[in-house]
C-alpha cells in the first residue's frame, strides 16, 4: 500500500505535476521552455502555481504572435504614434527607461511610473493600486486613456478590420476574422502572460547552474535582503503582491493617494502594490512616481528617510538599519536579478 502510494508520488513527480493530487491541470502547459521559437507556457520549479492559467483563453502560437503584433502596434493610438512597446521597452523589462512617469500621446505626462512587464500570469491584481483586476480587462484602460493612447476601443477595431493581415491574424489565432473586444484583449493576454522571466543570476544561483555563483559581496547582499526587505519582496516572485506604505513623503506633482483611490478606504492612503524587484537594475527610475533615478535613493530612503504615516507599514516603524557596506551589498544582490535572456527574447521583441 506504503510502496502505491510513493511509486505514484515518484510518477507525479517524474510527470512534472505538482503534489498534492497530482492531478494534470490541462490548462498549463508544463512542458519545459521551448527552444524552437515557439511559445509555451511553463511553471518555474518552486514557483507557485500562476493566477492566470490561460483556461478560457487557450495559448496557441497564432494568438500569442497576434498579440505581440497588436502590443507593438502604434495604429491602436489616436494619431498612430504610441504602441503599449512605447512605454514598456524590452530592454528596460517592459518599462519605460528615463521616465518618472508615462508619457503619451502628444507627449502628454501621466500620473504615474510605467511598471515593468513579466510573470504577469502570477500577478493577482494590476497597477500601482490594484485597480484591474484581471490581464483581460487591462488593455482598455491605456488604449481609452486620454493620456496614454486616447483612442475608443470602437475606433481601435475600425483600423484594425481595415488591414488584411489582422484579418488573416485573427483567423489564425480565433478560427474566423472577426475583430471585436474581446479577442484583441484574449491576444494581448496570451502576449503578456507568456513573458516569464526567470533566468537571472540569482535564479542559476537558486538553481545551482553554472553562471550563478554568487561572489561575497552578492552572498552578504541577499542575506541582508532576506532579512530586511524579503517580508515584502518576497521569494520567489520578489513581492508579496500587498499594498503596503512604505514610507514615501507624499508625492507633491500628483497627491497620488494609491490604493485608496480605489477602496474608498483612508486605511489604504499612500497604499500601493509592492513591485517585485526581479529586472530592478534594467527599470529606472523607481517607485509608483519615478521619484528615484538610482537604487542608491531607493535604499538611502529605507535607511534615513521613512515618513510616519498613520499607517506606514509596521515594518517600517524605524529606518532600516544598514551601512555603507550593506547599501552596496544590497545593491550588489540586486544586480543580480537582472535577466537578460529576458530582455533579449527575440520571441518578444518588435515584430519586423
Ligand atoms: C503612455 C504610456 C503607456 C502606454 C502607451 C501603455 N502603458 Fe501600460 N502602463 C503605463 C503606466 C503608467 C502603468 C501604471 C498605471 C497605474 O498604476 O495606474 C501601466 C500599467 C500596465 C500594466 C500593469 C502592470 C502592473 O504591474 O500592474 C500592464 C499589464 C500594462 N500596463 C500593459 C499595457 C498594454 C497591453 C498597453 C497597450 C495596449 C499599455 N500598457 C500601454 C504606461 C503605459
Ligand atoms: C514594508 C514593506 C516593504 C519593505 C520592508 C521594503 N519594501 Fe521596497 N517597496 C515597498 C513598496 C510598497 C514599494 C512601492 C512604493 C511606491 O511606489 O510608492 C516598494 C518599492 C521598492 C523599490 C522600487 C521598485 C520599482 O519598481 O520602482 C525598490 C528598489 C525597493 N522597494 C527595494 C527595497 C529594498 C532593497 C528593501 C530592503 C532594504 C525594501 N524595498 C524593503 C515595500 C517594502
Known amino acids: 500500500m506504503k510502496k502505491t502510494l510513493i511509486v505514484a508520488i515518484l510518477i507525479c ?18 512542458a519545459p ?8 507556457f511553463a ?32 495604429r491602436l493610438s489616436r494619431d498612430n504614434t504610441i504602441s503599449c512597446g512605447t512605454c514598456h521597452q524590452q530592454f528596460a523589462a517592459f518599462s519605460h527607461l528615463d521616465h518618472a512617469v508615462s508619457h503619451g500621446i502628444n507627449n502628454l505626462l501621466g500620473k504615474r511610473n510605467a511598471p515593468a512587464l513579466f510573470n504577469m500570469a502570477w500577478m493577482p491584481t494590476f497597477f500601482w493600486d490594484g485597480g484591474v483586476i484581471n490581464i483581460e480587462n487591462q488593455p ?35 478560427g474566423s476574422d472577426t475583430i471585436n473586444s474581446q479577442r ?37 547582499g541577499l542575506s541582508l535582503f532576506r532579512t530586511k526587505c524579503a517580508l515584502c519582496h518576497t521569494e520567489p516572485m520578489f513581492t508579496d503582491y500587498k499594498y503596503r506604505n512604505d514610507g514615501l513623503r507624499a508625492d507633491s506633482n500628483t497627491g497620488d493617494v494609491g490604493r485608496m483611490l480605489i477602496t474608498g478606504n483612508v486605511q489604504d492612503q499612500f497604499k500601493f502594490k509592492v513591485p517585485s524587484l526581479r529586472n530592478i537594475a534594467l ?46 551589498d544590497i545593491i550588489s544582490f540586486l544586480k543580480t536579478l537582472s535577466d537578460e535572456t529576458f530582455t533579449h527574447d527575440p520571441r518578444f521583441s518588435e515584430p519586423r
Open 140 to 174: 482598455i484602460n491605456p488604449i481609452q486613456n486620454p493620456v496614454e493612447m486616447d483612442l475608443p476601443i470602437a475606433d481601435v477595431i475600425t483600423k484594425l478590420k481595415g488591414d488584411d493581415t489582422y484579418k488573416t491574424m485573427f483567423t489564425s489565432a480565433f
Open 283 to 328: 527599470t529606472a527610475p523607481y517607485m509608483h512616481d519615478g521619484r528615484f533615478s538610482t537604487l542608491d535613493a531607493v535604499i538611502e530612503h529605507y535607511r534615513s528617510d521613512i515618513f510616519q504615516w498613520r499607517n506606514t507599514d509596521p515594518a517600517l516603524r524605524f529606518n532600516i538599519a544598514l551601512s555603507d557596506q550593506d547599501k552596496a
Open 43 to 74: 511553471v518555474p520549479a518552486g514557483w507557485p502555481q500562476p493566477v492566470y492559467t490561460f483556461e478560457n483563453n487557450q495559448l496557441t502560437q497564432n494568438g500569442f504572435v497576434l498579440g505581440r503584433k497588436l502590443f507593438y502596434d502604434p
Open 13 to 30: 513527480l517524474a510527470a512534472g505535476l505538482s503534489l498534492p493530487g497530482c492531478k494534470p491541470d490541462p490548462s498549463i502547459n508544463i
Open 184 to 220: 484583441i484583449f484574449r491576444a494581448l493576454a496570451q502576449f503578456m502572460a507568456a513573458m516569464v522571466s526567470n533566468n537571472s543570476k540569482y535564479d542559476k544561483y537558486v538553481r545551482g547552474e553554472s553562471g550563478g555563483n554568487f561572489d561575497e559581496q552578492e552572498l552578504r
Open 33 to 40: 521552455p521551448d527552444t524552437s521559437g515557439n511559445i509555451s
